[in-house]
């Protein structure tokens, strides 16, 4: 008898909205939501994830502990965030079970914003911009290594070190 996977593969809406305003430097795009930032309603919901702490650190400021204060962190500092992926058939939260990708339209904020560079938070954010939204708006992107607890190979201080780099354009 073949062994049964308890995560379904489901069809999938971005149901968070895009955080940011007229003043917003950066944009930072992730891939999707995983299934702690779908239950928590908000970006890097996961207490792994070390996107909060490489921001914070980066612009020194206090660890956000909730949403709103995740938004100020991000608003007062010219940092957009939103993901490439508006829907897709995922298997829990794993990047690579992407299928059937339907993008964001990112043009709202690159108009509504003052926008100087794109970065994107892994590898499969980076090629799914690519593939989908790059096409679209010609806006060429920056890759930093992914924050996800999944990239073991990254410790706190290289994810660092790399993602330094977000402060030139801040």
């Not at 794993?94 to 970065?119: A, G, R, T, W, Y």
Request: hydrophobic share 35%; aromatic share 8%.
């Amino acid at each position: 008898m073949a062994k049964t996977n308890i995560q379904e593969e489901l069809r999938l809406l971005h149901t968070i909205p895009p955080v940011f305003n007229r003043n917003s430097k950066i944009l930072i795009l992730g891939s999707f939501p995983s299934v702690k930032s779908r239950e928590a309603e908000f970006f890097y919901g996961h207490k792994q994830n070390r996107f909060w702490k490489v921001l914070a650190n980066l612009l020194n400021e206090s660890v956000p502990e909730n949403t709103e204060e995740k938004k100020q962190l991000l608003l007062s500092n010219g940092i957009a965030l939103w993901d490439v992926i508006k829907s897709c058939t995922i298997t829990g939260s794993s990047d690579s079970s992407i299928k059937n990708v339907v993008p964001n339209d990112i043009e709202p904020i690159l108009q509504k914003s003052d926008i100087s560079q794109i970065f994107t938070n892994g590898a499969t954010a980076d090629k799914l911009y690519k593939k989908y939204i790059y096409p679209t708006t010609k806006n060429s992107t920056i890759k930093l290594p992914s924050t996800s607890p999944a990239n073991a190979a990254f410790t706190l201080d290289k994810l660092l070190r790399e993602w330094n780099l977000i402060l030139k354009y801040l």
